[in-house]
DNA sequence: CCTTTTTGTCATGCG
DNA sequence: GGCGCATGACAAAAA
């Protein structure tokens, strides 16, 4: 058995926690922590599973400080399922004689401290449900595997007052007695990593009873409920937006566990603890608060292990404040609280919601990758993570000019598709730093798309937004993966084709919708040179970079500090510009010819009708006058008559009419012959 | 799903 | 040589 060395008198080993934490991709704060670190599992769980196993998979120990999440009801999750404490067959605490059996004191320092101590060695259901009890009552009696909120349900009137339990048998005054040092020398780092994979695969075969039978529940819960009701809650799902679908699938997932909401505020939790009397300080142990995890591994793995030692090792405390303030202490205010839970369900609630990160369960459920597997896991992990790291750092290079992350990223898939960047990447590489970032991550500089319109400078980062982005994006797919990895086969043992279902896939198609939603709620009646300008921040419109004249625009470039990159998208959106209005003007043109041409062709077809038709007038007429003068012809020769009185036979004289208007009678072989030698003369010549 | 039309963009040439 | 403009060609989006 172990105890928490009494980090108040390690100075350094709060803060250590509390980098490491968040190193681990844990929400602690720091005016929490002071009073939930007793909670916090072993050292060498600490570091075994919430680091070797991956960061994100240590998110089953997050202990949300929003008070939307649950607040300080987050602190149940903390007791582990299946290893509650049973106040009912143990009326005279069993913690209290572990710890008397230990001989190891452990002194109290909060309020929060002496409440718990003095609930669970009460002993009964109404002590001991607080902040961690409820679970441990309602699991011993509906079985193992209920977590604080089944329990919660199953004993319902279980107040959670502590002062119920005011009065409880107090063993305390020997364990005040202890001196808080000697503490200390129980955590000393034995260092027998063997013996402790071994205890600890032990224990998850122990624990596979536990998780199966809480799986079972889980099923039946969800049986429970009609087919209707849950096409109910899947189509409000599908038609929220994906935060708040998120929320409903974990509000869902709360209610096929039965759950009741016990979670503390952090009012109704101050109220409880001034109610608390100062000198009822007894002792607690946190293999109570960890059963499956503490006891097993402390008692077996190491039992000397320091625990500052422990959780403080390859931490650089500058590598660690460099990343953590960025998530927990400078995120960006209205950020947190349009989105107060948020954080958290990005780490988490694609997995499970935070109902179910209980630590215990992880814990156990860590156990046999704690080894090789754990390590290789942790390899991988670490793998993936680097490759994420490098393409967030090109993304963060940008993002430390000052751009908005998500925006820079959605110019970058729309400026080059070759340009390796896509938003999973950036998602995931985001959230990874977030958890394990380093200080020369942040210092990348420009690297990669340098094919993009020039170099980049000049701005400098807003530190909240490049963590709001993180935040906002979804969490790691990496560390989604182990983290499912884990708990499936750990702690639910949820089949791989029921997954699909699961929050992981949801979130990677909420993540692309939530893409496409962002787009097309803020961006879609913007064009795509719009949508950049935004995105770096340029302060003038795009009508007015294309409209205006060269040597205004020229001035207005010399005139404001500019990056390169903001000038060359500037020329480039003025030199698109003018040429989008000069194509469309030059369509306009083509189309104006075109209709032009085919007037021109109307008119002429006009044209030509109206010739024929004279045409055939003319023709016409030609006749007409043809036909007179044949008739005229015959009506001459009908009166002429020859020296004998005779008529002129027609076919053997012609008239013809000379030039001074005299008619005379011709016989035609003279005519004939006269213009053979007419024609011949005018051939001669 | 395929075809056609529209639109944006680039490359190129000209004044 | 830089600039604006015109235009063919191409690709993507839209109809």
Redesign the pocket.
């Known amino acids: 058995m172990k105890y928490l060395k009494p980090w108040w008198s390690d100075g350094g080993g709060l803060l250590h926690l509390t980098i490491l934490l968040s190193l681990a991709g844990l929400r602690l704060d720091l005016d929490l922590d002071l009073d939930l670190y007793l909670l916090l599992p072993p050292p060498t769980l600490l570091w075994d599973e919430l680091l070797l196993a991956g960061g994100p998979t240590s998110s089953a120990y997050a202990l949300s400080p929003f008070p939307a999440s649950g607040g300080w009801g987050r602190a149940e999750q903390l007791h582990p399922k299946g290893r509650e404490p049973d106040p009912a067959a143990d009326p005279e605490g069993r913690l209290l004689r572990e710890v008397r059996a230990l001989g190891v004191p452990f002194i109290p320092r909060t309020r929060v401290d002496a409440w718990l101590v003095h609930s669970v060695v009460a002993g009964d259901a109404d002590g001991a449900h607080g902040l961690l009890g409820a679970a441990a009552a309602a699991s011993s009696a509906g079985g193992v595997g209920a977590s604080l909120e089944d329990s919660s349900q199953a004993a319902p009137g279980d107040g959670g007052d502590p002062r119920a339990a005011a009065s409880s048998p107090s063993a305390a005054g020997e364990e005040e007695k202890a001196p808080a040092e000697s503490t200390a020398q129980v955590l000393d780092a034995g260092g027998r990593a063997n013996q402790e994979n071994e205890v600890l695969r032990e224990r998850h075969e122990a624990m596979g009873h536990n998780s199966q039978n809480e799986e079972n529940e889980q099923r039946v819960s969800a049986q429970e409920k009609s087919p209707q009701q849950k096409n109910e809650d899947e189509s409000k799902i599908a038609d929220k937006p994906d935060w708040e679908a998120e929320k409903t699938t974990q509000s869902r997932n709360e209610r096929s566990l039965n759950v009741t909401e016990t979670a503390f505020s952090l009012d109704d939790l101050s109220q409880m603890l001034l109610s608390q009397p100062e000198n009822s300080l007894e002792g607690i142990s946190l293999g109570d608060i960890f059963p499956g995890s503490i006891n097993d591994g402390m008692n077996s793995s190491t039992p000397n292990m320091n625990f500052s030692q422990a959780i403080s090792h390859d931490v650089n405390l500058h590598d660690a404040m460099l990343l953590c303030p960025d998530n927990t202490f400078r995120r960006e205010p209205t950020a947190r609280t349009s989105q107060p839970e948020e954080p958290f369900l990005q780490s988490n609630s694609h997995i499970t919601n935070p109902e179910q990160t209980l630590p215990g369960p992880h814990l156990t459920g860590f156990l046999p990758l704690v080894g090789n597997q754990t390590r290789n896991l942790s390899q991988d992990l670490l793998h993936d993570l680097d490759i994420s790291i490098f393409d967030e750092t090109n993304l963060m290079s940008l993002a430390m000019e000052g751009f908005d992350s998500m925006e820079v990223s959605q110019l970058f898939e729309e400026l080059d598709s070759d340009s390796g960047l896509s938003l999973n990447s950036s998602n995931n590489s985001t959230s990874v730093i977030k958890y394990n970032s380093s200080y020369s991550m942040c210092e990348g500089g420009a690297t990669g798309y340098s094919d993009l319109e020039g170099a980049v400078g000049g701005y400098y980062p807003d530190p909240s937004k490049l963590c709001h982005m993180g935040r906002r994006n979804d969490s790691g797919f990496h560390g989604d993966l182990a983290f499912q990895h884990i708990q499936h086969n750990h702690t639910y043992h949820v089949e791989p084709g029921a997954l699909d279902s699961t929050p992981r896939s949801f979130s990677q198609h909420g993540k692309s919708q939530k893409i496409n939603k962002h787009l097309n709620d803020t961006d879609r009646n913007l064009?795509?040179?719009e949508r950049r300008a935004k995105a770096l921040h340029i302060p003038f419109s795009v009508d007015e970079i294309v409209r205006m004249p060269?040597e205004s625009?020229n001035n207005m470039l010399s005139r404001h500090y500019l990056t390169d990159l903001q000038v060359s998208l500037m020329r480039?959106i003025r030199?698109?510009?003018?040429?989008?209005v000069?194509?469309?003007?030059?369509?306009k043109?083509?189309l104006d010819i075109i209709l032009n041409l085919e007037d021109d062709l109307c008119n002429l077809q006009a044209k030509k009708e109206i010739l024929k038709r004279e045409r055939a007038q003319y023709n016409k007429a030609i006749t007409t006058m043809k036909q007179k003068l044949h008739h005229l012809y015959h009506s001459i020769f009908s009166r002429l008559r020859d020296d004998d009185g005779r008529p002129v036979n027609p076919n053997q004289y012609v008239l013809e009419c000379s030039q001074d208007g005299s008619v005379l009678i011709v016989p035609k072989e003279l005519v004939t012959s006269g213009h053979k030698k007419e024609n011949r003369k005018g051939k001669t010549k």
């Open positions: 064009s795509r040179d060269v625009f480039g030199r698109r510009g003018k040429n989008k000069a194509a469309q003007n030059c369509r043109r083509k």
